[in-house]
């Protein structure tokens, strides 16, 4: 009898290893299954965060670009009004012309200073290219600007013409970006 209790031990015994083995693999492998979901979840909201903050980023950036984008248009539509009326220089403005000159021309200098920040809202998510796209746009506004301030000039009609052309491409090319 003393062997039967032994093997009927024995058996206990493997049946409470058995048993063992198999919760402990189970419980192993629903945390290994565990940890990667977790991981997988993680991984989800942080790339849902990450484009939560682009989207917030461009919507804020475009806003403030397609201010720097109106008032350099309003800017360069009184200069082709002045150009399409044959007003080519400074003195012969009347004071409403001058006071409306200076109004788009503030407007213009503190966009430029938002269009900076703009750009450099637009590096934080990677869209550096637009960078060179508006920095030719305002080239071309700066160019007349400058000519109209320092040689009290402007140009003649179908220049600035060509150059609202060229700003509306550079425009496009900003906005399909």
Do not use: W
């Amino acid at each position: 009898m003393a062997d039967a209790t032994i093997v009927n031990n024995t058996k206990d015994m493997y049946e409470i290893i058995d048993t063992s083995i198999k919760i402990g693999l189970g419980a192993a492998i629903g945390g290994v299954f565990s940890f990667l979901t977790l991981k997988s979840n993680q991984k989800y909201e942080v790339k849902k965060e990450k484009r939560a903050f682009k989207i917030k980023t461009l919507d804020e950036a475009s806003t403030i670009l397609e201010e720097y984008f109106k008032s350099s248009y309003e800017l360069m539509n009184f200069f082709y009004g002045c150009a399409y009326k044959e007003i080519y220089n400074f003195e012969s403005f009347n004071q409403q012309r001058k006071d409306t000159y200076k109004e788009k021309d503030t407007l213009y200098s503190n966009s430029i200073t938002k269009a900076q920040e703009s750009l450099s809202k637009f590096n934080i998510i990677g869209l550096k290219e637009i960078e060179n796209i508006i920095i030719n746009h305002d080239e071309l506004v700066i160019n007349i600007r400058n000519d109209f301030i320092i040689n009290n000039d402007l140009p003649q009609f179908e220049k600035i013409d060509s150059i609202i052309t060229k700003m509306i491409s550079l425009k496009i090319n900003v906005m399909e970006k």
